[in-house]
């Protein structure tokens, strides 16, 4: 039966989530958006990966019920809702809104917001968050395209998200423990306080947090929070002792890397795994005019089994004089369509293991090889484990590295693990 369902507002949001809670050995499963078929198989964790996080409130709303009602069905009894670690929303929402909805589905009086990630630098004190030593506003978060966060204390950004009091566990309440937290927010609920926002700058004050909400029906914050939560429902007796490893066998069959992401860790990662592997480098421009044959015909010739990696990955520069000549779009999705259509001739013809580089790049994979729950495994690098799945009746492995995340040696460090 699952013990915690979750639902995150985005992709990289619920696989980062999900690594978490998988490093404690427990069984977690990621289902890309909302299954349409009943809860079968299910884990001791449960992750729904939604991409609400800038959608109309109504939409969010209706969605993540959804999301709940599925995650219900499971036997959960706590759920979680993940958000970003920088807070991500405008004042329309979606956090609160969401927060409040779930709420009320569940009967809960009473929830926490704490979006703190010591280890990644997120921490919050007197309820405003930081990330490193900025306040947030101060942060480059303060520019981003769609959620820029122009204010860092949480209080205010989440008041005008929600109907009902916000209120503040802060640091001080924190380190006095799990018991002392306890009666602050038996308090605050007293004085009609619904929604609290709680202080944490260390792990330790993520696990007295943790311990103290964990008889809570809903928890909303980063994934950091919910790190301590398998060992803590173990030591309640609503979890066994689980081993990941043990539960994975790596499909036999042939390895492929797919890189679409340009970020200077792939850029230096691409370049270390071609010193072992053989390449074909794709072109936006050669594939706006003579499509990825070439591409096709260069994978055909190779052995399943030979280590080989097909990349769009280049320099800005590069990247720049593209996009100048075919837009930003044009040359995104040309590339995106390329790496899909590859991944699933690879699986036709034997490549079971599969490393992917790349946000976007993940999703258009993932959604040409019509993959829609993934068993998470080992952790590779921090943030990033391999997944376990089936593919057209196939069992693949498959690993979705965003951006930065690795290091250099990460495609073989990756492939190495499964031998
Ligand atoms: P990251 O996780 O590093 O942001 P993404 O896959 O999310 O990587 O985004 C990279 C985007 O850049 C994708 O849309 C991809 O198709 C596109 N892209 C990759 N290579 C090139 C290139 N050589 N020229 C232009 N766009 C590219």
Redesign the pocket.
């Known amino acids: 039966m699952t013990v915690l369902g979750c639902i995150a507002d985005d992709f990289t949001g619920a696989t980062d989530l999900a690594g978490l809670l998988a490093r404690s050995g427990a069984a977690v499963n990621l289902r890309i958006g909302i299954p349409d078929s009943p809860p079968s198989e299910t884990a001791d964790f449960e992750v729904i990966a939604l991409k609400c996080r800038t959608e109309p409130v109504a939409e969010a709303v209706a969605e993540t019920k959804a999301a709940l009602a599925w995650l219900q069905q499971t036997g959960a009894e706590r759920f979680f809702w993940k958000y970003c670690s920088t807070f991500d929303s405008t004042s329309q929402g979606n956090i609160g809104p969401v927060a409040e909805a779930l709420m009320a589905e569940l009967g809960a009086a009473q929830t926490i917001y704490c979006p703190a990630f010591p280890e990644n630098g997120r921490s919050i004190f007197m309820g405003n968050l930081f990330v490193g030593e900025q306040p947030l506003a101060e942060s480059p978060m303060k520019d981003h395209p769609l959620t820029p966060m122009r204010d860092s204390n949480l209080m205010r950004l989440l008041e005008p998200q929600v109907t009902r009091p916000v209120g503040l566990a802060n640091r001080l309440v924190v380190d006095r423990g799990v018991e002392a937290l306890q009666t602050h927010f038996a308090n605050l609920h007293k004085d009609g306080v619904a929604h609290v926002v709680v202080d944490a700058v260390s792990d330790a004050d993520l696990t007295t947090i943790a311990e103290a909400c964990a008889g809570m029906s809903l928890i909303t914050g980063g994934s950091a929070v919910a790190m301590p939560l398998p060992a803590i429902y173990r030591e309640m007796g609503l979890l066994g002792a689980g081993a990941a490893d043990a539960r994975h066998i790596a499909p036999q069959g042939g390895t492929l890397v797919l890189s679409?992401?340009?970020?200077a860790m792939?850029r230096a990662q691409v370049a270390a795994y071609l010193e072992v592997a053989e390449g074909f480098r794709?072109?936006?421009l050669e594939l706006a005019e003579e499509g990825v044959d070439a591409a096709k015909n260069w994978l055909l010739s190779k052995p399943a089994a030979a280590p080989k990696i097909i990349y769009?990955?280049?320099d800005p520069k590069?990247?720049g004089a593209?996009?100048n000549k075919l837009g930003?779009a044009r040359?995104?999705?040309?590339?995106?369509d390329a790496?899909a259509e590859l991944a699933t001739l690879a699986r036709d013809n034997g490549t079971r293991r599969f490393v992917v580089?790349?946000?976007?790049?993940?999703g258009?994979v993932t959604k040409s090889l019509n993959v829609d729950k993934l068993s998470i495994g080992r952790e590779i690098a921090p943030g990033v484990p391999w997944t376990y799945t089936n593919s057209g009746g196939y069992d693949i492995a498959l690993t979705l590295k965003?951006?930065?995340f690795g290091s250099e040696s990460f495609f073989a460090d990756a492939l190495e693990m499964l031998t």
């Open positions: 679409g992401s340009c970020s792939t794709l072109d936006p769009a990955t280049a590069s990247v593209a996009q930003v040359a995104g999705k040309l590339v995106e790496l580089a790349g946000g976007e790049t993940s258009a965003s951006g930065n």
